[in-house]
T-cell receptor, first 110, second 113 residues
Framework: EDQVTQSPEALRLQEGESSSLNCSYTVSGLRGLFWYRQDPGKGPEFLFTLYSAGEEKEKERLKATLTKKESFLHITAPKPEDSATYLC???????????FGKGTLLTVNP | DVKVTQSSRYLVKRTGEKVFLECVQDMDHENMFWYRQDPGLGLRLIYFSYDVKMKEKGDIPEGYSVSREKKERFSLILESASTNQTSMYLCASLRLAGAETQYFGPGTRLLVL
């Protein structure tokens, strides 16, 4: 059974204070690891897909990296508008089902 | 841009009612999904469909059914709503061309009284 564990559950940063979110996973035959951002009361918004260990993707202040056991979402010099819940998910095997972690609630104070 | 729409943002129903949640995507995707999201439990897959009239159970299908008569539309049906089905329901559509990506709709927050 695929499993995804995200840590920490919640993270509070000051504006400009860089940090990282962790996503540990176990999956049979990784097809992809996905990062989403979710604002309160809204659907998840796609950020990145990573396919293999060593891969990195960047978008504005966010950078996602992947190893064989975990992924990190690095946030550089965050702004208050980066406040959201960040979700990690994996798909494995022969279908396209996603298994999600419970998310990290990020709060960036001005 | 992929657009996934859901028929209602908020819905209030009574126990025992039959409830229909509709999802429409405009990108000719074959694969569509229904999830529910609950505090402390995260997103859990209810059902998915990989083609018209084709469906497969997800992790928590009990109490739900689905219908996919047309490629762009995927409906979730609560046959007899119960209070433990109060939740946020999210529909997703899968793009395979390029980077494999599930795109989500805005969600329907369902309250069953």
């Amino acid at each position: 059974e695929d499993q995804v564990t995200q840590s920490p559950e919640a993270l509070r940063l000051q504006e400009g204070e860089s940090s990282s979110l962790n996503c540990s996973y176990t999956v049979s035959g990784l097809r992809g690891l996905f990062w989403y951002r979710q604002d309160p009361g809204k659907g998840p918004e796609f950020l990145f897909t990573l396919y293999s260990a060593g891969e990195e993707k960047e978008k504005e202040r966010l950078k996602a990296t992947l190893t064989k056991k975990e992924s990190f979402l690095h946030i550089t010099a965050p702004k208050p508008e980066d406040s959201a819940t960040y979700l990690c998910a994996v798909s494995g095997g022969s279908n396209y089902k996603l298994t999600f972690g419970k998310g990290t609630l990020l709060t960036v104070n001005p | 841009d992929v657009k996934v729409t859901q028929s209602s943002r908020y819905l209030v129903k009574r126990t025992g009612e039959k409830v229909f949640l509709e999802c429409v995507q405009d990108m000719d995707h074959e694969n569509m999904f229904w999830y529910r999201q609950d505090p402390g439990l995260g997103l859990r897959l209810i059902y998915f469909s990989y083609d018209v009239k084709m469906k497969e159970k997800g992790d928590i299908p009990e109490g739900y059914s689905v219908s996919r008569e047309k490629k762009e539309r995927f409906s979730l049906i609560l046959e007899s709503a119960s209070t433990n089905q109060t939740s946020m329901y999210l529909c997703a559509s899968l793009r395979l061309a390029g980077a494999e990506t599930q795109y989500f709709g805005p969600g329907t927050r369902l309250l069953v009284l």
